[in-house]
């Protein structure tokens, strides 16, 4: 929204405000363009991302409850380099789920016989150690116990050999509508529509360990296969690098060192509700409201972008959940208020394609084996509450709020995944000494990606604003700034934005 625009509404919305009859005078065409712009209800919902702070979610004002129809459009912007990690220290932005191992990034994916370069080596050939027969005491080697698969076969000299640091810089601009329309006896109903416009760029690495890796010895049945060395820094060229070869071999589309752009409409959120306020006989205790309501999230933002190395989805990675949250304000003598809310979502189970771990040992945000399975997405909810003082239209708000979404689980639904892997545990049974394998399973090991554990957000919340009530309607502007100051498997995204509103008198 560039400044020339908002110079514009600010123009109408005091040319709209200043004139008595306004309301009854209003053309169709300006009505329709106040509609679209000032957007819908004061207590607009938000549906937070692990990527950026939540907007808070409570905004009521004395003449809440004077009106039947609300709408409001509030825009947020927000960009960081940093990210929390699962200790909640700050991180670069993109390894607050690991650092990159490349010396397991390979291990036991499916396809080990891809073809990463033009001269025709394979990821085998890269990280070495593929049909490893391990030799007996007499020398020789059992061909029935050869690992079918390439497992990690470097000798690290320091623990940090092979770990890859990512760094980028993050970046979203977003709108969200709300419409809300009065029905009987204070219940209503609510539509919310986001719009977001998402980024990733500056995308760079930072190497942690040694220059070279060197692979150990590989017996390849009567043979010492000559070690695989590795120079990290070839590795993460950034244009013909084995890693960009690597990942175009397992369907990604895009170098690791592309910027991530997706734009479009986040999940909409249809509810139904009731609101309402009563002023107490009290001398301290001046007016009370009250609002409760349930909805349905529909997914409209789309399945997440699986060809992309780095990528965030628009939503909830096309997947329903019911929302529910009830929200208190108390007016407390003439101009002081406080409020709380508490909301949650809690999501239906669905079927889709993934991205899985390999290996327990693989961390960070890229994996490469691609897969089928169930996804239980943590339910997601919010607490918040904040303190209000008001004067002849004047809003003035500082809050804080807390928002968490509980671990996200995978069933495995694909027979293929990990079945070398299964067959070299079970090579390990030894009948004769009665050694039994130690066998962990595909869920176990996909489970443990740090990217499906729970994430959370403690943030603070500075909201000023201006009311000016009127005989059949209401505008109001706000201005706020959303600050998180802790959190764990989040990106360290500040929020500022502003919200255009009206609550006006009208039945459809």
Not at 223 to 245: C, H, S, W, Y
Not at 283 to 301: C, D, E, H, Y
Request: glycine content about 10%; charged content about 20%; aromatic content about 14%.
């Amino acid at each position: 929204m560039c400044l020339t625009t908002i110079i514009q509404l600010l123009k109408s919305f005091i040319n709209f405000s200043c004139r008595k009859d306004m309301f009854m005078r209003f053309s169709f065409k300006n009505g329709l363009i106040f509609f679209l712009v000032y957007g819908s209800v004061l207590n607009a919902i938000d549906l937070p991302q692990f990527y950026r702070t939540p907007f808070f979610q409570e905004s009521f004002n004395n003449a809440y409850d004077k009106y039947t129809t609300g709408l409001s459009v509030r825009y947020g912007h927000g960009s960081t380099h940093k990210a929390w990690d699962t200790h909640n220290d700050v991180q670069p932005l993109l390894s607050a789920h690991g650092y990159m191992d490349i010396t397991n990034l390979g291990s036991y994916v499916d396809s080990p016989g891809a073809v990463i370069d033009s001269t025709g080596k394979t990821m085998t050939n890269y990280w070495g150690g593929a049909n490893y027969t391990p030799p007996t005491d007499a020398g020789k080697y059992d061909k029935t116990k050869e690992t079918i698969i390439f497992p990690p076969n470097y000798i690290k000299t320091k623990p940090t050999d092979g770990l890859i640091e990512y760094m980028g810089r993050f970046e979203i601009d977003e709108w969200d509508f709300t419409i809300q329309q009065d029905i009987i006896w204070g219940f209503f109903i609510q539509a919310y529509i986001p719009y977001r416009d998402v980024k990733i760029d500056k995308i760079a690495y930072n190497n942690l360990g040694s220059d070279t890796l060197t692979g150990a010895d590989v017996w390849t049945g009567g043979a010492i296969k000559a070690p695989t060395q590795v120079n990290v820094k070839d590795f993460m060229q950034e244009k013909a690098g084995t890693l960009n070869n690597v990942l175009g071999a397992m369907t990604f589309n895009s170098n690791w060192q592309d910027s991530f752009k997706k734009s479009g409409v986040g999940d909409i959120l249809l509810s139904a509700g009731w609101h309402g306020s009563g002023d107490p006989q009290s001398p301290i205790f001046k007016r009370i409201s009250a609002q409760a309501q349930i909805g349905v999230l529909i997914p409209t933002s789309g399945k997440p972008d699986l060809s992309k190395p780095f990528a965030v989805s628009l939503g909830s990675a096309d997947s329903t959940a019911i929302d529910g949250r009830i929200n208190l304000y108390v007016q407390v003598f003439d101009f002081i208020g406080v409020g709380a809310n508490v909301g949650g979502l809690v999501f239906f189970t669905q079927e889709r394609d993934l991205r899985v771990k390999t290996d327990k040992n693989q961390d960070g945000w890229i994996l490469l084996e691609p897969s089928f399975g169930k996804v239980d997405y943590g339910s997601q909810w919010d607490v918040g509450a904040y303190a209000q003082l008001g004067f002849k239209g004047i809003i003035a708000k500082v809050g804080a709020s807390y928002t968490r979404q509980e671990d996200t689980v995978l069933t495995i639904h694909d027979d293929k995944l990990l079945k070398n892997y299964s067959q070299q545990q079970l090579n390990q049974y030894d009948p004769a000494n009665n050694v039994w394998p130690n066998v962990v399973s595909v869920n176990d090991i996909v489970n443990s990606d740090q990217k499906l554990k729970n994430w959370e957000y403690y943030a603070l919340h500075f909201i000023g604003g201006y009311t000016l009530e009127l005989k059949s309607v209401c505008p109001t502007i706000f201005l706020e700034y959303d600050y998180p100051f802790y959190g764990k498997h989040a990106f360290k995204t500040d929020m500022f934005g502003g919200t255009l509103s009206v609550q006006i008198k009208l039945n459809f």
